[in-house]
Structure formats: structure tokens, C-alpha cells
């Protein structure tokens, strides 16, 4: 029995076909027949209900189970499979979303000793969820993640960094610019001027919107916040943006709390698979970040 056993199987389970199975990997059916036969002296049950032509492909109660739980193993093989091949050649891939980085980043690297094991890092910058996803596959060794929910997930280890209200920015000459609070539903009146598809808070903006039938109208998106900044602050439009990362110029902003029931935080966290060896370099970058963590949080309470 063998990983390529299970992919056959997987297939075959698919495509109900062994001819089709046979075209797809560019082998014999008595290829496909002899993996199904492994599998099936290893779990000592049929997978497969008899059928000598081979025209008919049933799963059996026994094979619905693997199947059910076949994208798990192929899944953990693969992952088994890219952490030995990054320990051997020494890899280590981490990864960034950029808004995070633009604030976590430039943090530790003013610590001295940061300098010289995260130069031992290869950085990935992503989407959140591409990142997460690249995460479970084991193509990242370790990753920073942005959500609208805390992370949760059955193989991940995952520690909270921080917890950022979203507010709206928007410039002293706009109206909004007097009131102590605002729900999305007044601040739908204006355009807004977003980050683009990709980020959380463009996740954050669509809940929403969703939540008052999608009212609000966006006029531009850009992947940089300071060229945000500076159109909310010309009163081209307003945007829906944390203060984890502020803006450079605050001159002619304003920050504008939304009400309670519209409230959407944005979380930061770091997350490693559960069955990840984190190396000394990691396990340093873990202790840098609890502790910048720390910080921050004991200044944002002072």
C-alpha cells in the first residue's frame, strides 16, 4: 500500500470508472484493479462491489468510509511531505499579509537580534485566506492571519495578537465629521473609498453592506492606505479602516466610531499547523511576537 493507492482509489471514487481512472493517470486498468486489491488486503474488507466487467463501479459501506476520509490522508501525506522537504533544505516559509507586515514587521525589525533570524525567513506575502489555505496545505511553515472571527480550526495552532475595532475615517469638511458615533447605515449615504478585494477589511465593509441590502457604494479600491488617506481627507469619499495601521497624516481626519450593533473587529493572529516542529528561529519569532503583543496592549491601555 502507498500514497499513489490512495490517489487511484480517490479517483476511482470520483469517476466511478476504471477506464476513465486508467486515461487520468496514464496507466493500465490492471494498474488501477491491483491498487484497489492492495488497499483492500490492508483493510481486509471490499471497497468495490464485485462486478467481474469491471462496467459498474459501487462503492461498498466500507469504501464510502475511505472515501469519506481519503482528501485527509492525501491531504496529511502531502503536508508530511513539504515539512520534511523545508527542514532539509533548511526553508522556512512565513507568511505576511501586507497590512500586517507593514506594522508587525517594521516593529521587530528594530529589534536588533529580529534582524538576523528573520533574515532566515522566506516571507509570503498574500490575502489572508490564500495564506491560511497555503497553511494547511504545508506550504507555509507559519503564518500571520487577518479575520472579521477569530480563527478557529480542528489542525491549527492559533494564538491571538490583537483585536482593532473598524471605525470610519472621514475628512472635517465631511458632515459626519460632527458626530461621536455612526451606524453604517448613515455612513452608506457617501462613497466610499476601500482597500482592495483580498483584504479583511474588504471582508469587514461586505458583512456590512450585506447587513443593510448592500446600500452603500464603493468608488475606488487601492492596496495602499496612505493614498487612501489622503482622497478621504480631500472629502472624495470616506472608508471603512482600523487604526492598526494609521495613517501617516492625521491632519483634517477624523475617526468616527460605529455604534454597538455594528461594531466589526478585526483579529491578528499567528497560526502553525498542530503537528509543526517550529525550529529555534520560529520558536524565537513566537516569543517576539507575545511579547510586541504585550506591549502594545499595555500602551493602547494607558
Known amino acids: 500500500m502507498n500514497l499513489r493507492d490512495f490517489e487511484y482509489f480517490n479517483a476511482l471514487a470520483d469517476l466511478l470508472s476504471y477506464t476513465q481512472v486508467a486515461h487520468q493517470f496514464d496507466v493500465s486498468q490492471p494498474t488501477i484493479s491491483y491498487a484497489i486489491k492492495r488497499l483492500e488486503q ?9 462486478d467481474p466487467s469491471h462496467r459498474t463501479v459501487q462503492l461498498t459501506r466500507e469504501g464510502a468510509i475511505l472515501k469519506a476520509h481519503i482528501h485527509h490522508i492525501l491531504d496529511e501525506f502531502v503536508a ?10 533548511k526553508q522556512v516559509h512565513v507568511g505576511f499579509p501586507p497590512i ?5 514587521l517594521s516593529k521587530l525589525l528594530r529589534e536588533k537580534e529580529a534582524v538576523n533570524f528573520i533574515s532566515n525567513f522566506d516571507l509570503i506575502s498574500g490575502g489572508s485566506n490564500e495564506l491560511l489555505s497555503k497553511l494547511l496545505s504545508g506550504r507555509l511553515d507559519f503564518s500571520l492571519i ?9 489542525n491549527l495552532t492559533v494564538q491571538l495578537l490583537y483585536q482593532r475595532e ?5 475628512s472635517k469638511d465631511n458632515p459626519l465629521s460632527q458626530k461621536s458615533e455612526i451606524s453604517f447605515e448613515e ?25 443593510y441590502d448592500k446600500k452603500a457604494q464603493t ?16 472629502n472624495i469619499g470616506i472608508t471603512l479602516m482600523t487604526d492598526f495601521i494609521p495613517f501617516r497624516d492625521m491632519e483634517n481626519l477624523v475617526k468616527i466610531p460605529l455604534v454597538a450593533k455594528d461594531k466589526e473587529i478585526f483579529y491578528v493572529q499567528y497560526a502553525h499547523l498542530k503537528t509543526a ?5 520560529l520558536q524565537q519569532l513566537v516569543v517576539m511576537l507575545d511579547k510586541l503583543s504585550k506591549v502594545d496592549d499595555t500602551c493602547a491601555n494607558e
Open 42 to 50: 490492508h483493510y481486509d474488507c471490499d471497497l468495490i462491489k464485485k
Open 80 to 89: 508530511v511531505e513539504r515539512a520534511i522537504e523545508h527542514a532539509k533544505k
Open 100 to 104: 500586517i507586515r507593514a506594522r508587525i
Open 146 to 154: 487577518g479575520s472579521v472571527t477569530p480563527l478557529v480550526h480542528p
Open 166 to 170: 473598524f471605525y470610519i475615517f472621514a
Open 187 to 211: 455612513a452608506a449615504d457617501y462613497p466610499f473609498i476601500l482597500l482592495e478585494e483580498g483584504f479583511v477589511h474588504a471582508k469587514a465593509f461586505q458583512r456590512l453592506n450585506d447587513k
Open 219 to 234: 468608488l475606488l479600491h487601492f492596496s495602499d492606505v496612505q493614498t487612501i488617506g489622503q482622497l478621504v481627507k480631500s
Open 277 to 281: 516542529v517550529l525550529n529555534e528561529d
